[in-house]
């Protein structure tokens, strides 16, 4: 059975990213790999093994295009109204929130946020598969 260990983003500046997943969902530095042209920056926290890999290439000045393929992450949360209430109040400006019921009964409740280079990511409530 395959184990999924990390998915990567390029970022283009290394402390400001480090400092958005940090503050938004307590993320830190597990590993950091330095090579000539780009460094590697792995970051967890304790709710999981998954890490967030970042990758900054050094010879990049300008912002990545995202392109129409990428959808987005997603993080779980105990309270998604306090963490909604808790990055508003860091000026992270998390999108509003959303009760998806498609067919009349709540199966999520979450919202959005963009890290500094643009990249979504999905906040949901810890509940049902979402846990």
Excluded: C
């Excluded at 402390?15 to 970051?43: C, H, M, N, P, W």
């Amino acid at each position: 059975m395959a184990k999924a260990i990390h998915s990567m983003i390029r970022v283009l500046d290394e402390a400001r990213s480090v400092e958005f997943y940090q503050e938004a969902f307590g993320l830190k530095i597990a590993d950091r790999l330095d090579f000539d042209s780009f460094t590697l920056i792995y970051l967890s926290n304790g709710e999981t093994e998954f890490e967030l890999e970042l990758t900054v290439n050094k010879d990049r000045a300008t912002a990545y295009e995202l392109g129409d393929g990428y959808g987005h992450l997603a993080f779980s949360v105990e309270d998604v109204n306090s963490e909604h209430a808790r990055l508003t109040a860091l000026g992270l400006k998390p999108r509003k929130l959303v009760d998806f019921a498609p067919a009349g009964t709540v199966i999520a409740r979450f919202f959005f946020i963009a890290d500094p280079d643009g990249y979504q990511i999905e906040v949901l409530q810890r509940a049902g598969r979402y846990l």
